[in-house]
C-alpha cells in the first residue's frame, strides 16, 4: 500500500467515524429562542468529538494496516474467485 493510498483509507475511516461519534452527549436546547431550530444541540462540543474521532480513526487504521500486512485482507485473492 503506498502512502497515498494509506492516507484516503484514513480519510474514509476517519469521516464514518465521525458519523458514529457526533450523535454521542447531544442535548437539545430546551427554550429555544425565536429563530432557532428546536433540533440544535445545546453545546455540539465539535473539538472534543474531532479529536476522538481521531484517535478512533487511527485505531481502524492501525488495524487496516496491520489485516493489510499480514495478508489477512486482499482483493487480488477474490479477484480469481
Not at 497515498?4 to 437539545?28: C, Q
Amino acid at each position: 500500500m503506498g502512502w497515498a493510498t494509506g492516507i484516503m483509507v484514513y480519510l474514509v475511516i476517519w469521516w464514518i467515524a465521525l458519523f458514529m461519534v457526533l450523535p454521542l452527549g447531544v442535548r437539545r436546547v430546551e427554550n429555544p429562542g425565536r429563530g432557532q431550530d428546536t433540533g440544535a444541540p445545546e453545546r455540539p462540543e465539535l473539538l472534543r468529538k474531532a479529536i476522538i474521532t481521531t484517535v478512533v480513526a487511527a485505531v481502524l487504521w492501525l488495524a487496516f494496516y496491520g489485516f493489510y500486512q499480514l495478508d489477512l485482507l486482499s482483493f487480488r485473492r477474490l479477484e480469481g474467485s
